[in-house]
């Protein structure tokens, strides 16, 4: 009989378990995200393009 799981709950424990490690990231650049300065890279500003005046989520 195979175990059951719970999957979103082992999914949250792996993302919570690398926040830390995302967080001190110069990769996100997190101060720099709070103080304003776009998190995107210049290949997804260009795919993009004009988006003033729109909200976006970047998944």
């Given at each position: 009989?195979?175990p059951e799981y719970n999957y979103i709950e082992?999914n949250k424990k792996s993302w919570n378990n ?42």
């Amino acid at each position: 009989m195979k175990p059951e799981y719970n999957y979103i709950e082992i999914n949250k424990k792996s993302w919570n378990n690398k926040t830390e490690s995302h967080l001190k990231s110069v990769f996100y650049d997190v101060e720099g995200f709070l103080n304003g300065k776009s998190s995107l890279n210049e290949i997804e500003l260009n795919l993009l393009g004009d988006v003033k005046g729109k909200s976006i989520l970047h998944l």
